[in-house]
C-alpha cells in the first residue's frame, strides 16, 4: 500500500467537472508541494515591508490563490480556465477549508478588488484592506495546516 497526497473527489467537485468549470489532471505529489511553497512564500512575502503596499496586496492575494489551487489539486482537479474561475478556485477552496462564510467573501471581495486594479482602476489599497488580506492569507494558511496536516510534512 502507498501514500499519497491526493484525496477523494467530493461531489460538489464532481459536479463542476460534469459541468465543465474544473478538469481532472495528473497528480503529481511534487506538484502538489510546488504549489503549498509558492503559496507560503507569497503569503510570508506579503508582509515585507521592502515592496509596497500594492505589491504586498498583490502577493498575498496571489498566496491565497495558490493555495486554493493547491486545494483542488489535492483531489486531482484544476479549473478549465473559464472566465470567473480564479474567483471560483477561491471559494472551492475556503469551502474545502472550512472557512466561515464572512472570511470567504472578505477574500473574494479582496479578489475582486485586485482584478479591478490588474485592469486600470486606480482606486488605491487602504492599509486596513492591505492588513486585513495578509490576515485573512495567514488564517487560510493555518486552516489548510489543520485540514491537511500530510501537506504540510
Known sequence: MSYTLQRALPA????????????????????AIRL???????IRK????????LSQFFMANEGIHSLSLGVLYLHGVLPTGLVGHRGMVMQLACEALHLPEALMHEILYANTHR???AYGSTEPVQPEELASLQ????????????????WFE
Open 115 to 117: 482584478e479591478l486594479i
Open 12 to 31: 460538489e467537485l464532481q459536479v463542476l467537472r460534469s459541468s465543465g468549470q474544473l478538469q481532472t489532471v495528473r497528480f503529481n505529489e511534487i506538484a
Open 36 to 42: 503549498l511553497s509558492n503559496a507560503v512564500a507569497c
Open 135 to 150: 490576515r485573512l492569507a495567514e488564517q487560510m494558511l493555518e486552516q489548510a495546516c489543520y485540514i491537511y496536516p500530510d
Open 46 to 53: 506579503a508582509r515585507t515591508a521592502d515592496f509596497g503596499p
